[in-house]
């Protein structure tokens, strides 16, 4: 399915120049490759995922004399040394010391290793006595879908054991694999054959097939997927309308959204939903004028504009700054008896606190307190954000320690917004006790916690720690992305770790991903001043080929 052999023909040719300079060492190294560096032991670029730059403060020096690649906060030396320290693709020894490992350890140490191919991946599997279950296969799945063929893999062992069979959740979860990575035909073909078998197609399949499709940028087949859904047994109603609606308003084509509105309106009359969904699309791409008529169509139809109508015109301009429209459309709410709720205020004070008005982000807040809105985890979210932003940290701190009384538990976007804080302000102690808190508040970490996290720790040169988190962020089955590795490779590019950032290169193309132009570009030209103009050539044939395969 893969055909990698061509990429790992290149890989080895890319690795062999320096293997031997590196045998002698027992070091281990952060990643795979044997072209790595020795290891002694966030909204930011266009190619790192969003990391609140106002956070940062050049005010705060580093650990005086902490440069070491090793070292390790010594008041989170335990923690640390708890969790296991090898990267993601070394968690588990090969060779378990422990008889009661568990089968996903066991069969992760099996999948840490590169494969040419899925044939591979199924033959590795086949030797490990182990038989899948359905959370089995679920866990690997999530574990490994940035590596298609070892998805792909696991996927065909499974369904060749027998008295196994995987669930419709599974085939659901493959088919979004498949469209994250961008093979739509053998995506298709895993539609056939659920359709092949009773109640394993259903909305819940369709709607990840059109979204995969709408974010690919390719609307028309995402409309055609819902054109063609009752062949596989799913009913074209205003459910499934609104969902390829909302798939196409998210991924910028409102367009689209308006046109399949009227290609099926006669057959499937449209709901306010419908129309809150277009005039969100509508104002999301700074059309306001369309986003009106589309209001007073809205009207006409007899569906009366609610606070998600208006709170879309809000958040459009709230994001322009455009305060004076803000005040316009909260009034013509009052007029019309819409009252605005929790989400409307937050939107507004979030916006006010990113444009520095932090006396009239405060008064929203005095207004939410008055008309008696309730405050959850995104209003803390927003208001913690504010007072980072405007360096009242101590603040944001007591009002995050004081959730919990004011009936609001903590989620993982309060903990991403304190991490990113801490993290910006080089207040690494402060960042991990969060992380280690999450952990123990059993607040499971997305890749949006991890991001700032990672940048931290490759501006300090702290390799052992990013380690840690690589190997944090396998436990807790957050893969890393294509703008993780962006990241990775952009940060480590800038503190000088050029091998390591090369590791992280091959990694993600034997994976089936192609890198950014942006990524790629960073690296050649760190590697050009460098002067390593071998490891440049073999950088650019891995591109080369990397976007050969994505053709396949």
């Known amino acids: ?85 090898s990267t993601h693709e070394e968690l588990v020894s090969d060779t378990p010391s422990e008889e009661n490992v568990s089968d996903i350890s066991k069969l992760s140490s099996v999948l840490k290793n590169q494969y040419p191919s899925e044939d591979s991946v199924v033959q590795a599997l086949n030797g490990s006595g182990i038989q899948p279950t359905n959370d089995l296969v679920s866990q690997l799945l999530r574990r490994f879908s940035g590596s298609l063929s070892v998805c792909y893999g696991v996927f065909i062992w499974g369904k060749n054991q027998t008295g196994y069979r995987h669930t419709p959740e599974l085939y659901n979860l493959m088919v979004d ?56 047994g799913v009913t074209k109603d205003i459910g499934a309308l609104n969902l390829l609606m909302d798939a196409l308003v998210k991924e910028r084509s409102v367009e689209h959204a308006h046109l399949v509105a009227l290609e099926f309106e006669s057959s499937i009359p449209l709901n306010s939903d419908s129309y809150n969904i277009l005039i969100h699309g509508y104002c999301k791409a700074r059309l306001f004028v369309e986003a ?41 709410m009052r007029q019309r008896g819409c009252k605005p709720n929790a989400i409307t205020y937050t939107i507004i004070m979030h916006a006010l ?38 360096g009242r940290v101590k603040d944001a701190w007591d009002v995050f320690e004081d959730m919990e009384n004011q009936g609001v538990s903590k989620d993982c976007l309060t903990y991403n917004t304190m991490i990113a804080c801490a993290c910006a302000r080089s207040q690494e102690e402060n960042a991990l006790k969060l992380l280690k808190r999450m952990e123990e508040d059993s607040c499971k970490p ?84 460098k002067g390593m103009a071998e490891t440049k050539q073999k950088v650019e044939k891995l591109m080369l080929v ?5 053709k396949l």
């Not at 990397?546 to 994505?550: F, L, M, R, S, Y």
């Open 546 to 550: 990397a976007k050969e395969q994505n």
């Open 1 to 85: 399915m893969m055909g990698k052999h061509q990429i790992h023909t290149v890989l080895r040719m890319f690795l062999s120049s320096k293997s031997a300079k590196l045998n002698h060492s027992p070091t281990k190294f952060l990643c795979t490759s044997n072209e790595l560096t020795q290891i002694p032991d966030p909204h930011g670029s266009p190619e790192s995922p969003d990391l609140p730059t106002w956070l940062y403060d050049k005010q705060n020096p580093e650990y005086a004399g902490s440069d070491s690649d090793d070292f390790v906060i010594p008041s989170l030396a335990k923690w640390v040394e708890s969790h296991d320290l």
């Open 177 to 232: 694999v498949l469209g994250r990575h961008r093979k739509f035909n053998l995506m298709w073909d895993f539609v056939k054959e659920m359709a092949g078998i009773e109640g394993h197609v259903s909305l819940v399949t369709m709607t990840k097939v059109m979204r995969r499709l709408a974010k690919a940028g390719n609307y028309d087949d995402a409309i055609e997927a819902f054109r063609g859904m009752e062949m596989f």
């Open 292 to 332: 009106r008529r589309t209001m007073d169509e809205m009207q006409k139809q007899g569906f009366r504009p609610c606070v998600v109508s208006y709170t879309s015109f809000i958040e459009a301009y709230s994001k322009e700054k455009d305060f004076r429209n803000v005040d316009a459309i909260l009034e013509e």
């Open 446 to 529: 997305n890749v949006d916690t991890y991001a700032p996290l990672l940048k931290l720790f490759c501006r300090k040169k702290r390799m052992k720690m990013l380690k840690l988190l690589l190997g944090h962020m396998f436990n807790n089955d957050v893969n890393i992305d294509l703008g993780t590795y962006a990241l990775l490779i952009r940060e480590l590019c800038i503190c000088g770790k050029l091998e390591v950032a090369c590791s992280f290169f091959d990694e993600l193309i034997l994976k089936g991903m192609v890198p950014w132009d942006s990524t790629y570009k960073i690296l050649v030209e760190k590697l050009e001043l």
């Open 353 to 390: 606190g990113k444009a520095r008005h932090l006396k009239a982000a405060m008064e929203v807040y005095e207004i939410m307190k008055t008309e008696g809105c309730e405050f959850d985890a995104s209003f803390y979210s927003s208001l913690l954000f504010i007072l980072c932003r405007c």
